[in-house]
C-alpha cells in the first residue's frame, strides 16, 4: 500500500521519498524492481523512478517532506491490533522532527482502530519533537486499494477520505491529491476516517460471510442454486437500480456469492481487530464475531463436502490455487493454504498449483506438500480436487482435460463458483448448490 501510494502519487507529478528500514526492499526500488508482485507496479514504478527516492535515513526525508505518510502494517495479534509498528514510526517522525523547520502533516494511512491518530500518534509525535499543533497537522487518509488491482484503484478511486483536524491540514491533503480533480472527497475528522475503513472493510466481509450462510442452506434443499438465489435477490432496484431501462449490476454483487470464505491481508485481520475494539469499549458485536464464525467454519464445511462427495477413502487431495485471490503472490490467510493445512492435520497428502504464489507456498510449506508447474498434472493422482482460486487460467481447462486427468472416481469441488457456467458433471460439486 506504501509503494503504490509512493509510485501513484509520483505519477501525479509529485516528488515521493521512500522510507523503509529493510535496506534490500529500498535497493531494490532504487533499481526499478518491486519487493512484491502487482500488475502494472513496476511498469509504473520505472516510468516515475526520477521523482522517487528510497533511503532508509528516516530523518533527512522526514526532513525533506512538507507531508509524511504512515503506511506501515497493523497486524492483528490474536487478542488485539498490534500497534508498535506504528508506534514506532511516530517515535522516529517525532525524533526527526526536533530539528527541523517549517510545517509538517502527518497522515496516517495504516489501518487502524478509532481514535489511533489522535490518542496514540499525535501524542508521541508532539511528545518527541516538542513541538506543538500550530507547527504539526494530523491527518487519517484510509486506503481504498485492493490486491492485484491496486494500481487501477489508486488511478481512478471511488473516493478520497480525507479525515484532519484542521483546515490548514485539508488544503495541504488537497494539493497532494490535485492530480484527482474528478475524484469526490469525503472531509471528516480522523476518527471517522479511521472508521470508516473498518465498517467498508467489514461489510464486505459481512456479504460474504451471508452469502455462504445462505448458500448452506440452499445446499440442503431440492434444486436450489445460490447463486440463482442471489440473482433474484440482486434485482432489487434498491440493489440493482434500472437507469434508461439498463440495469446497472453493483461490483457488491460478486460478494454474494457462496465460496470457501474471504482471506487475504485485510479482511480477517481488520474485522477481528474491529470486534476486538468492539468488545474494548463494551459493544457487543455479535455480527462481527458471527461473521467471523460463519467464514471460520466455511472452510472446514468445504473441506467435508469434499469427503461426503468422495466415495471411498481419501489419500491426496489437490489445491489448485493458494494464492488467496488471482493476480497476487499473496498467501495470507488464503483459503486455498488453509484447506491444505487442514488436510495435512487429517493425514492426507496434498499436491498444489498456483500461477504466481508458487514461491510464497514453497516457503510456507516446505516438502510437506507436492507442487506442480501444471494443473492437469496436479490432479492426476488426487481423490479430491479442490479449486480453490479463481485464476482465469483455470477457465481454459476444458471438462474433456479434466475427465482425461481425473483418477478413476476422483471429484472435483468449486469452491467459488468458478465453473458455474459449465454443465453438470457426475464428478464437479459446486458449493452453494443442493445435490
Ligand atoms: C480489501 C478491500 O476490497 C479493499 O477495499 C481494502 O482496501 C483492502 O481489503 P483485498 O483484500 O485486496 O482488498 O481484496 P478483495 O478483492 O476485496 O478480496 C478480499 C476477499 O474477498 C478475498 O478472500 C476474495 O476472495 C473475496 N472476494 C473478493 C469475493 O469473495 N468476491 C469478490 O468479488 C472479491
Redesign the pocket.
Known sequence: MGLVTAVGLANTGKDVICIDNNPEKIEQIKKGHLPIYEPGLEELLIKNLARIEATSDSKAAVWDSDVIFIAVGTPFNGEQIDLSYLKQAAKEIGNALKQSNGYKTIVVKSTVIPGTTLDVVRPIVLRQSGKTDDEIGFAMNP??????NAVEDFMFPDRIVLGVTSGRVENTLRAVYSGFTRTEILITNPTTAEMIKYT??SF?ALT?SYANEIARICEKLIEVDSEEVFRGVIMDKRISPIINGKRITPGIA??L?A?IG??????PKDVKALEAYSNSIKVDGKLLSGLLYINETQLMHVFQTGLEKHKGKVKQITILGTA??PDTDDIRESPGIRLAELALENSINVAVHDYIAINNTKKHFGDKVEYFEEPLEAIRTSDIVFVTTIWPQYQLITDEDFEKNLKKDAILVDTRSHFKERSDKPWRYRIGVSR
Do not use: P, Q
Not at 143 to 148: D, I
Not at 262 to 267: D, H, T
Open positions: 486506503e481504498f486499494l485492493r490486491e492485484g467498508a472493510n464486505l460474504i460478486s460478494y456469492r465460496g474471504f482471506g487475504g491481508s485485510c479482511f488467496f485471490k
